[in-house]
C-alpha cells in the first residue's frame, strides 16, 4: 500500500494525521457532466419543472453537499470551507464522453463546475467532486419524473491548488 496514505503499514485503513501541517489557502475545481433530453431542457429553462428551479435548487445543494464531505466520506477530515460558487453550462446536444462535439439529436448538455476554496491543512478536492456529484444528481430527483433516462457522468477533478503536493490540472482530451 505504499503511496496510499490512508492505509497503515499493514493495509489498514486509517485517518491521516495532518495536525502538524500548516493552513494554506486549497483550491479545487471540479466538473460533472448531465446528459438530458431536449424536451426536460426546455422546463428547465422555463422553470416548469414540478419541483421549482432547478439549477437554484442544485446550486444551493451542491454547496450544502461541499459542507458536509466529512459526514459523508469517512477518512476526510472537517474543513472550514471559505468559498463554494457552482456554475452550469447548458449545450444543445454534443456528445462530451467521447470528447468530441457531435450532435446527438434531442439531447442537451449541462457542465456543473465547481469551484471550492479554504484555507486549511488539508485540500478541498473531495469537497468540489461532492458538489458536482451533488448537484448532479440534485437535477436528476428534479427531472426523474419526465426524463428517467437522464444520464451524469464525467465526474473529475479539473485543478487543484496548493498544499505540498503544489499545482495540478487535467490534461486536456486530444
Not at 101 to 119: D, G, Q
Not at 160 to 171: F, L, N, V
Request: net charge positive; with cysteine.
Amino acid at each position: 500500500m505504499e503511496g496510499l496514505s490512508h492505509f497503515d503499514n499493514k493495509g489498514k485503513a486509517r485517518m491521516v494525521d495532518v495536525s502538524e501541517k500548516k493552513e494554506t489557502l486549497r483550491i479545487a475545481k471540479a466538473q460533472a457532466i448531465v446528459r438530458i433530453k431536449k424536451e426536460t431542457m426546455d422546463l428547465i429553462k422555463k422553470n416548469k419543472v414540478a419541483k421549482g428551479d432547478c439549477f437554484a435548487v442544485a446550486k444551493i445543494a451542491g454547496i450544502l453537499a461541499a459542507k458536509k464531505v466529512a459526514e459523508l466520506i469517512p477518512l476526510t477530515h472537517p474543513l472550514k470551507i471559505s468559498h463554494c460558487d457552482i456554475e452550469f453550462i447548458i449545450a444543445d446536444y454534443p456528445d462530451v464522453t467521447s470528447g468530441q462535439m457531435t450532435r446527438i439529436k434531442n439531447l442537451c448538455t449541462i457542465k456543473i463546475l465547481a469551484n471550492v476554496k479554504t484555507k486549511d491543512i488539508t485540500g478541498v478536492e473531495m469537497e468540489a467532486l461532492t458538489a458536482v456529484a451533488i448537484a448532479g444528481l440534485t437535477i436528476y430527483d428534479m427531472v426523474k419524473a419526465v426524463d428517467r433516462g437522464t444520464v451524469i457522468s464525467d465526474i473529475c477533478l479539473l485543478e487543484k491548488k496548493g498544499g505540498e503536493s503544489g499545482y495540478w490540472k487535467r490534461r486536456k482530451a486530444k
